[in-house]
Antibody, heavy 118, light 108 residues
Framework: DVKLVQSGGALIQPGGSLRLSCEAS????????MNWVRQAPGKGLEWVSV???????HYPDSVRGRFTVSRDTSKNTVYLQINSLRVEDTAIYYC????????????WGQGTLVTVSS | EIVMTQSPATLSVSPGERATLSCRAS??????LAWYLQKPGQAPRLLIF???SRATGIPVRFSGGGSGTDFTLTISSLQSEDFAVYYC??????????FGQGTKLEIK
């Protein structure tokens, strides 16, 4: 069975850094497009990163330069490093697998909450 | 960026009745449209892709239609577990996927 288990959310002060993890089972992360999507409290969904099968990455302008997605194939895990955290980064962060298209999301992790506050 | 607009924001329907949700793209996306369902405290779940194809395990009461800029999601006979928030998402511009703001389907 395909499963994505996330960890790493926390309460962080503005300007801080955090790394989120997404461990996959039932498939290999390096054979798939792996994305991160976030949801601010009471708001809609916003895509924030993808790592392609070849290892290249892509981000929207809103987070480029602060967010870095990576993977460890030995652990079958994808990571999202978030630097220079802002209050507006407060959200539930989901990892999601892309299928067919890199940005058609067929499996999602359970989500992890990042709260940025002083 | 392709802007996705969903309507209505909230839809009140009685169990057993039909519900129709709408989604409009700011430019043509062919049939590169997905629908997701999100229940409180849970991650979104893929319902429909390619505008009209049901994802694995999705009941036949869910159907999607449309192409270009206008799309619909129809639930033929609402069950209690269907009351949730529904999001549409375009993946035509796969470098910049975008979601609608959501439609909350509530019990009338």
């Amino acid at each position: 069975d395909v499963k994505l288990v996330q960890s790493g959310g926390a309460l962080i002060q503005p300007g801080g850094s955090l790394r989120l993890s997404c461990e996959a089972s039932g498939f290999a992360v390096n054979d798939n497009f792996m994305n991160w999507v976030r949801q601010a409290p009471g708001k809609g969904l916003e895509w924030v990163s993808v790592i392609y099968t070849a290892g290249s990455t892509h981000y929207p302008d809103s987070v480029r330069g602060r967010f870095t997605v990576s993977r460890d194939t030995s652990k079958n895990t994808v990571y999202l490093q978030i630097n220079s955290l802002r209050v507006e980064d407060t959200a539930i962060y989901y990892c999601a697998r892309g299928t067919g298209s890199p940005s058609l999301f067929d499996y999602w992790g359970q989500g992890t909450l990042v709260t940025v506050s002083s | 960026e392709i802007v996705m607009t969903q309507s209505p924001a909230t839809l009140s329907v009685s169990p057993g009745e039909r519900a129709t949700l709408s989604c409009r793209a700011s430019e043509s996306i062919s049939t590169n449209l997905a629908w997701y369902l999100q229940k409180p405290g849970q991650a979104p779940r893929l319902l429909i892709f390619g505008a009209s194809s049901r994802a694995t395990g999705i009941p036949v009461r869910f159907s999607g239609g449309g192409s270009g800029t206008d799309f619909t999601l129809t639930i033929s006979s609402l069950q209690s577990e269907d009351f949730a928030v529904y999001y549409c998402q375009q993946y035509s511009d796969w470098l910049r996927p975008t979601f609608g703001q959501g439609t909350k389907l509530e019990i009338k």
